[in-house]
């Protein structure tokens, strides 16, 4: 028979501290929070070997004086609630008087403080919850939070963690999501003795620029809604997007959140815009009185509840809409068609009842340009008998059926027209090229092998590096995927603490946009949701063999054109490119004679 004990104190904390403590960048985040709470005007945050061996977050608050240093470290010890009734409007960052007693219960913390009125300072260092020291010590105004042998105490803990570059990387992205949450706030970011970010403390522009790089920061559309739900930041213009979801920084009540339906109600805003696959990026910023929002509903307080989500999702799917309208010079599947070749149109006009519904809520009104609509009977010439649609068709057995093809030459620059044994055949040539591109790096590469190993034939050197401005947690990325970037045939350094510098590319991909490239490779190899060996080679082959093949509008030659016919039949597998898009279809003798009306 099972007894019921009172747990020791020690497991009762390192409990706890599993829920606030989840890797490194939970103890930057919580301390830089802390830091924010305590009215700083600069956060300067150092990490080294991942954070598993020190962190050190210091800042200009107003600091502790030296008879509350312990209660810092206590548990449920908070200067920010003092009753239950203020639960319901939490203005500040933290409040469960956790995050210091949590990261002390597993780890050494050395807290190092001086009040802006005081003579001098203090310092406490705690490991395991023991106090092991405490002794004035001189020190700005301000606090220093430093975090030694994170996880010594709790080795099991430390196997679950991953790399140290991922996990640096991560604290990078903890740190540049609080500096967009907080932009009048100066921050700073070191990984290892290298400064990877920088923002000066001013507006948000100031801050994109610090986090995100001038060229990508260029391309934002202010947002602007008023209201009860006010709503501000910046996000992206339709023609600039990503491969990876995760972009779109959301924040509320100055506090970084996640939350599926303002996700969703941002990205409604670009429905329409953006190929299959493309996400949005910028920050996201709701304003709203606090009492509306419920932000004790996770111990890591990364998520909120709002009393009205249905009010607050219509404002920033109305305010995201509006920046997105303003900001479209230009066609962005016609970007995407001109870059890659693969793209999506623009929907059709949707009228207010047509619009798709998201958690219950209509996701757009009624404002894209309907064409008009002609009058009953139709106007002068108009053709009083309906039009028949010429509809074509997958052929059956796949591409290889329609063997032998035979070119008949190219619309334009755009389809190609050949003749089957089936019927005529129109083809895409990006599509089509694309899938004879995947289906050979995959047949050359090694099975199960993440990416493939080319000899030195299989890299072009540029006749002038490509330099290429990335946020910090890019750069992190690359020393991360440094091998499985070099096979790939990317020769790639840093050249900066924000910029990469590429000299070699594969050699199938010479003409392709570098930048655009390596950083959705990056992102590709990185995605936690992609991680399998198998998944993550097939992404890499598509995203290769997009950039690699011909561009949709490309004017092809006679002899290239039947080339390309010839390598798609003998191309094993569907009759779709790696993203889904038809590479064929079949205009056979029965959807001829359906569209001429003949028996």
Request: charged share 25%.
């Amino acid at each position: 028979m099972s007894m019921i004990r009172l747990l020791p104190p020690a497991v009762a904390d390192a409990i706890a501290a599993g829920e606030v403590v989840e890797r490194p960048a939970s103890v930057v985040k919580e301390l830089a929070e802390n830091a924010l709470d305590a009215g700083a005007h600069r956060i300067d945050v150092e990490v080294e070997d991942g954070g598993t061996v020190r962190i050190r977050v210091g800042d200009d608050g107003d600091g502790i004086t030296a008879e509350e240093l312990p209660l810092a470290v206590a548990r449920h010890a908070t200067s920010k609630i003092a009753g239950v009734g203020d639960l319901e409007a939490v203005a500040s960052l933290g409040f469960r008087g956790e995050a210091l007693a949590s990261i002390a219960a597993v780890a050494e913390v050395v807290l190092t403080s001086r009040r802006r009125d005081a003579g001098a300072g203090s310092r406490l260092r705690v490991r395991g919850s023991q106090t092991l020291e405490h002794a004035p010590s001189a020190h700005a105004e301000g606090t220093t939070v430093e975090v030694r042998d994170l996880f010594a105490t709790t080795p099991a803990r430390l196997r679950f963690l991953r790399s140290s570059r991922s996990e640096a990387a991560a604290c990078a992205r903890a740190v540049s999501d609080l500096a967009l949450c907080r932009p009048d706030v100066a921050f700073s970011c070191r990984l290892d003795g290298r400064t990877v970010l920088r923002t000066p403390g001013g507006d948000l522009g100031d801050a994109l620029r610090g986090v995100l790089g001038a060229e990508a920061a260029g391309q934002l559309i202010e947002i602007a809604g008023d209201g009860d739900v006010e709503v501000g930041g910046a996000i992206s213009e339709p023609r600039a997007h990503r491969a990876a979801r995760g972009g779109v920084v959301l924040v509320v009540n100055r506090r970084r959140i996640h939350n599926r339906a303002l996700t969703v109600a941002v990205e409604e805003a670009y429905r329409g815009l953006l190929p299959g696959g493309r996400h949005p990026f910028g920050v996201v910023a709701v304003q709203l009185d606090p009492a509306e929002v419920d932000v004790n509903v996770h111990p890591a307080k990364r998520e909120v509840r709002f009393r009205e989500e249905g009010r607050v999702f219509a404002a920033v799917q109305r305010a995201c809409w509006a920046a997105v309208q303003r900001g479209r010079p230009h066609s962005a599947a016609a970007h995407w068609d001109g870059m890659l070749g693969v793209g999506a149109r623009p929907m059709a006009s949707l009228a207010l009842h047509d619009a798709p519904r998201v958690h219950g809520y209509a996701t757009r009104p009624a404002v894209w340009n309907r064409p008009p609509v002609p009058a009953s009977g139709g106007g002068v010439g108009a053709c009083t008998e309906p039009a028949v649609a010429l509809a074509g068709t997958a052929p059956p057995g796949g591409v290889a059926a329609l063997a032998p093809l035979r070119s008949l030459g190219q619309a334009g620059t755009t389809w190609m027209v050949a003749e089957s044994p089936l019927g005529v055949v129109l083809v895409d040539p990006h599509a089509a090229h694309e899938k004879v591109l995947y289906a050979e790096l995959l047949a050359g590469w090694e099975e199960g092998a993440p990416v493939p190993r080319p000899g030195p034939a299989g890299s072009q050197l540029l006749l002038l590096p490509a330099l290429v401005e990335v946020d910090a947690t890019a750069i992190a990325r690359l020393g991360e995927h440094a091998a499985a970037v070099a096979g790939l045939g990317f020769a790639v350094d840093e050249f900066g603490p924000r910029t990469l510098r590429c000299t070699a590319v594969p050699a199938a991909c010479a003409g392709a946009d570098v930048g655009r490239l390596l950083l959705e490779l990056l992102d590709t190899l990185d995605d936690p949701d992609r991680a399998a060996a198998a998944e993550r080679r097939h992404r890499v082959a598509a995203l290769l063999s997009c950039h690699s093949a011909v561009r949709f509008g490309d004017a092809l030659g006679a002899a290239e054109q039947q080339r390309l016919l010839e390598r798609l039949v003998e191309t094993p597998g569907g009759t779709t490119c790696p993203h889904g898009r038809p590479t064929v279809v079949l205009l056979d003798d029965h959807a001829l004679r359906r569209a001429f009306r003949r028996p």
